[in-house]
């Protein structure tokens, strides 16, 4: 590259040497030729200004004498001056001229067309005064004719050889520049061949290889710019060229690996939009769920506030209708409404729970108790609904002396609502079994039953709130296990649900669930926790 740079700069510098003397020569016989023609001008100038000088001399010598001589004199004098002003712009071109010239020859010959300007000078000099002398003669118009007839025979034949010899100078000067233009083409014709000739000697030992391995790196990066990016280039020198080969291969690999690792991005990322779309799509189907299960719910509380309601006002109005009611009458329609007033109350109230956990406006009392305590309370209270039910509610608790840190309120609403469940879904004849004990330092309530039990695909759901299975449709609002969960998440414990559904082959089913609560230190009594 160093080499092509020098020799194109030194092709270059010849090339604008030769323009600049060229040029320069060119200059020189061009100004030699307008020279040459201005000093033709100023001869036909002064040849012009002398004829009219002697117009104006004739004119005065046929004038009048009587008139005066200021008329004459003036127009003369004018005519006199201007040839002079004539004279001195030609001897100011010749003196430009000489000084431009650098040879002798040349400095001698515009000497002699000096002194010849001279001799001119001097002749029309020597006219002016003659002229003079004949106007103030007897016979002035013959005074000067003789004059200037006398002038005229020794003027004309300086004047033409020096018209002749700026004629000549002029047209050596066109000569001159004529032989440069050829000489300039045929040195320019040869300078082209040569440049020719060294442009091709330097492309077969230089540019052709540097040709071929540019174009090598451009194939190169447009099959990187295709996608290829293992393409590599073969370094096969150690100029500059290669260096940039070589980093142009460092450049590719480094690509290359930005590809690979932007493509196990573009991979992770793909995954991660296909997970974040499953999950999307897995909350809405949620949404559609909870959407579908508030429209059932909201079905069934209409009917199951309306059920109680329509009861109670059926019975009042029975009970009214007759002018003296029995008291038997009185007495079974107020059981009657007592009873639905009750479950319409037990609706509202879980309404009001729910309504609540989902605010968080609940706090918990908490303190100390007995946990057997608490299964004696579930079995008074719900030993008249299981016996109603045509099933039997069984419990136990180990050790007695078992204690717990909690909202015994809340506890003993929930495993009602749980005991509720199992003998809701448990058949005639069956038995409902709620059992405490102590496991892994944790206080564990299981109640269990063998009822219909619950659906494999349902368990996921059973805690979502107003959620219920397609079988068990009508049985409830689906709020009381999402409750629960939220009040044993509350206390710091955990709610597991375990159920399998008879299988016509003999196999009987049930649902289990376990409760399990921290204690809040290990053997704790509850004489100690009081």
């Known amino acids: 590259m160093a080499l092509l740079l020098a020799v194109a700069v030194l092709v270059t510098a010849a090339s604008t040497l030769a323009l600049v003397f060229g040029l320069g020569a060119a200059n020189a016989q061009l100004d030699r030729l307008v020279s040459a023609q201005s000093r033709l001008e100023l001869l036909s100038a002064i040849s012009g200004r002398i004829g009219d000088y002697a117009l104006v001399a004739l004119q005065a010598g046929h004038e009048d004498p009587a008139a005066g001589q200021a008329p004459m004199h003036a127009g003369r004098f004018a005519a006199a001056d201007r040839a ?24 001698t010959l515009m000497a002699a067309r000096s002194r010849t300007l001279a001799r001119m000078r001097a002749q029309f000099d ?49 000569a001159a520049v004529r032989d440069l233009r050829e000489r300039t083409i045929r040195w320019g014709l040869i300078g082209v061949a040569l440049a020719c000739l060294i442009a091709v000697v330097l492309y077969h030992r230089l540019g052709r290889s540097l040709v071929n391995r540019v174009a090598d790196v451009a194939a190169a990066a447009a099959a990187i710019a295709r996608g290829r990016s293992d393409t590599r280039i073969a370094v096969t020198g150690h100029d500059e060229l290669s260096l940039a080969m070589a980093r142009f291969n460092r450049m590719a690999a480094h690509l290359a690996r930005r590809e690979g690792r932007l493509v196990a991005a573009q991979k992770q990322l793909q995954e991660t939009v296909d997970a974040r779309t499953a999950e999307l799509r897995a909350a809405n189907t949620r949404l559609e769920n909870v959407d ?8 069934d509380v209409s009917h199951e506030l309306r059920t109680p309601l329509t009861v109670i006002l059926g019975e009042a109005e029975i009970t009214l209708r007759p002018a003296q009611p029995r008291e038997e009458d009185l007495r079974a329609a107020l059981l009657t409404i007592q ?33 057997c305590d608490l299964i004696t309370d579930l079995r008074e209270s719900m030993q008249p609904v299981a016996r109603a039910a045509g099933l039997t509610l069984e419990t136990a608790c180990m050790p007695d002396d078992l204690v717990i840190d909690a909202d015994r309120d809340w506890l003993r609403q929930t495993f009602d609502g749980l005991i509720a469940n199992a003998v809701r879904h448990s058949p005639p004849g069956e038995t409902v079994r709620v059992e405490a004990a102590r496991e892994a330092g944790d206080v564990v309530i299981r109640v269990s039953d063998h009822g219909t039990g619950i659906p494999s695909d349902d368990l996921p759901h059973v805690f979502e709130r107003f959620w219920r299975g397609a079988a068990r449709e009508g049985t409830g609002f689906g709020i009381g296990l999402a409750l629960a969960k939220w009040i044993v998440d509350r206390h710091g414990g955990r709610i597991e649900i375990d159920s399998r559904v008879a299988d016509g082959e003999g196999r009987r089913g049930g649902t289990c669930v376990t409760v399990r609560l921290p204690t809040p230190v290990p053997d704790i009594t509850l004489e100690a926790a009081q």
């Open 84 to 107: 002079r002003a004539a004279f001195a712009r030609l001897e100011d071109a010749l003196a430009t001229e000489v000084g431009r010239l650098s040879g002798e020859e040349q400095r």
């Open 126 to 174: 020597v006219l002016d005064r003659q002229i003079d002398t004949a106007l103030a003669a007897e016979e002035p118009a013959t005074a000067v004719r003789v004059a200037l007839d006398v002038f005229a025979a020794g003027f004309s034949g300086p004047l033409g050889q020096a018209m002749e010899e700026e004629r000549i100078a002029a047209h050596d000067a066109q």
């Open 292 to 299: 579908l299960a508030r429209r059932r719910f909201f079905t």
């Open 339 to 371: 009873s639905r007033a009750r479950r319409l109350h037990r609706r509202v109230e879980d309404l009001l729970r729910i309504a609540r956990s989902e605010s968080g406006q609940i706090e918990l009392d908490r303190s100390f108790f007995l946990v």
